[in-house]
């Protein structure tokens, strides 16, 4: 009994897998004779002749997935597929646990709940399929083919394109799923639909940006400005000022007219008079905007604190810095700001005293700089404490480091924390 039950699930699984080499050989057949009908003299002057090759190079494009659907669970799949995964395995995908089933010519992945998320076609029936389609359909409307079915299928190619950006996306290949959003925009503007997909020429735009392919995002950001379409909150603009440097002030100026309560847009502002020296009033006025409209965003403090820290304005920018903490106790960036005031503040005065020849002027100079360098020290060990980044802690050792060398003589706890950031710095770690 054990050994029929062996065959009969070694017979199963060559069904299964005759039931998929079936589906891409059916569209593979079918693919042939529109390919071949395409070739015909008297067929490839008629429209219907090159809409059905593009139906087919759909059908090929479809044919190793046709039984799967994104959302079906497994126990779904198990009844329709007809066909069992070559290997499982548990995989990261965007941060996300998932199962990974391999099969013959796709991948499966599932959510921890059993949903299928992504489908990855690895040995698809023809390449280039939905390319192809969409020459197919080009040469259909020049022909005169009827606008509602090239409507259609030029939606169903977008709609494709679009899952394979996404998919490509949620594997962290950018420059893929950017080219294939160039590819979605391509398709639903072809004729006769001839249809803007702003939302995939956005998703272009912004993975060129991601792979730091500043050329093409720039050229695909300002194709979004002259459709008026500005993404949400206006980050076209942020993101415009970010890749043009030259043109900044300009992109950051029209999008906060636009969209005054844009953060990414403001924060750009902010950056920008602080790097160009520009009229710090304005700035003011900006940030406190800012923070109108996100009270609770620490960060807009440090910036302020930075800011006045620039300004020589010292008293209001350690207000500032403690303004983060009080906001919230656990971002480290408003202590490291303060600490690096001070830490600053005391290299300036420690040179300022060297060049100092008046005995008395110089001694108030060298009480100011240890004032200074004690006053780094607290800011800083609370941003060790609550940093979780351990570069940004060796970072900060190296700080508390040099400071405690100062003052290591002047108590055993002091000698104790040179030490402690000695090591840290010297280890390049954090135990």
């Not at 971002?331 to 303060?338: F, H, K, N, R, S």
Request: charged share 25%.
């Amino acid at each position: 009994m054990k050994k029929i039950f062996i065959l009969l699930a070694l017979l199963a699984s060559v069904q299964i897998g005759n039931a998929q080499s079936k589906a891409a050989a059916d569209a593979q057949k079918a693919l042939d004779a529109a390919i071949s009908a395409s070739q015909n003299a008297k067929k490839a002057t008629k429209a219907a002749t090159w809409v059905k090759l593009g139906e087919a190079y759909l059908k090929a494009y479809e044919a190793p997935a046709s039984k799967v659907w994104q959302g079906a669970s497994k126990q779904e799949l198990s009844l329709v597929m007809g066909e069992q995964p070559k290997s499982t395995e548990t995989v990261e995908i965007g941060g996300q646990q998932m199962t990974k089933e391999v099969y013959e010519d796709k991948e499966l992945y599932f959510t921890q709940n059993g949903q299928l998320s992504i489908i990855k076609v690895t040995k698809p029936v023809v390449k280039d399929a939905l390319d192809k389609a969409l020459e197919a359909f080009a040469k259909a409307q020049e022909l005169g083919g009827d606008a509602k079915s090239l409507d259609a299928n030029l939606k169903a190619v977008n709609q494709k394109f679009n899952q394979e950006a996404f998919n490509a996306y949620q594997f962290g290949d950018f420059a893929t799923a950017s080219v294939a959003f160039e590819n979605a925009v391509k398709a639903l503007g072809q004729k006769p639909l001839s249809q803007l997909d702003t939302n995939s020429l956005y998703n272009a735009a912004f993975t060129a940006w991601q792979v730091k392919d500043g050329v093409k995002a720039q050229k695909l950001f300002k194709q979004c400005l002259e459709n008026n379409y500005f993404g949400e909150g206006g980050e076209v603009y942020a993101k415009l000022a970010e890749i043009d440097t030259v043109n900044a002030k300009n992109f950051l100026q029209e999008g906060f007219t636009k969209f005054p309560e844009s953060q990414s847009i403001l924060i750009g502002l902010i950056n920008y008079y602080l790097q160009h020296n520009e009229d710090p009033d304005e700035l003011f006025a900006l940030l406190d905007k800012a923070k109108k409209n996100e009270p609770n965003n620490a960060s807009l403090y440090y910036v302020e604190g930075n800011i006045r820290t620039q300004l020589k304005d010292y008293d209001n920018a350690v207000k500032a810095y403690e303004k983060c903490a009080e906001i919230d106790p656990t971002y480290a960036y408003g202590y490291i700001g303060e600490g690096i005031m001070y830490y600053n503040r005391a290299l300036d005065l420690q040179k300022a005293a060297q060049d100092e020849l008046d005995d008395a002027k110089y001694e108030k100079i060298v009480n100011e700089f240890s004032e200074a360098l004690k006053n780094c020290i607290a800011p800083f060990e609370k941003a060790f404490n609550v940093s979780k980044d351990d570069s940004v802690k060796v970072s900060i050792a190296e700080y508390l480091k040099n400071a405690y060398y100062r003052f290591r003589s002047d108590s055993a706890e002091n000698q104790a924390a040179y030490d402690k950031y000695d090591k840290i710095v010297k280890e390049g770690k954090v135990e």
